[in-house]
């Protein structure tokens, strides 16, 4: 059976879990002889999409950009990973049509906004509480959570590997229908 390429969706805060959960994923289908690649915000934010900043113009610029790489990606065979905060519902209906609804599995990375302020690897929560021009999603700025996801994950209660089985089980669905 040949396996269509998918975009596996990660959105949620910063501090969710979006990347450790992306790097795992991309191990395992890499590990299943699946090409696969994660695209990263900050990564793509110090390349690609460096000529943005945080308003939100750019911000759906960020996702426009993501998602027509992904779907070049996924025309290639290779599976996605997207790993961005993509705050607004709007911005990742619209990566869904690009990369086509067929392709596209948005996975709500639900972890509380709390713990995320808790774990705050790249210091940004702290930096929010001092520059109120930061722009920070969730706190300054809004984040729209999704509706309907292919799934949810709360990082915080879910173990990482249960939560790389869960995303797996959404492509074996999509691969058995035809």
Request: charge should be neutral; include cysteine; glycine fraction near 6%.
């Amino acid at each position: 059976m040949k396996v269509h390429a998918l975009t596996y969706w990660l959105t949620g805060f910063s501090g969710a879990g979006k990347t450790v959960l992306a790097q795992a994923l991309v191990q395992q289908l890499q590990a299943a002889g699946q090409a696969a690649c994660v695209l990263d915000g900050d990564e793509l934010r110090s390349g690609l999409c460096s000529d943005l900043g945080f308003s939100a113009a750019d911000r759906e610029e960020n996702m426009r950009r993501t998602a027509h790489l992904a779907h070049l990606l996924n025309r290639q065979g290779i599976h996605v990973i997207a790993a961005l905060i993509s705050p607004t519902i709007a911005g990742r209906s619209a990566a869904q049509q690009t990369i086509s609804p067929e392709c596209f599995v948005e996975i709500h990375v639900s972890t509380p906004l709390e713990i995320c302020q808790q774990r705050d690897p790249k210091g940004l929560y702290a930096r929010a509480r001092h520059d109120s021009t930061l722009g920070l999603t969730g706190l300054q700025a809004p984040y729209e959570a999704p509706v309907q996801p292919a799934l949810r994950i709360n990082t915080h209660e879910t173990p990482l590997a249960d939560a790389v089985r869960q995303i797996l089980s959404i492509q074996s669905l999509r691969h058995s229908t035809p």
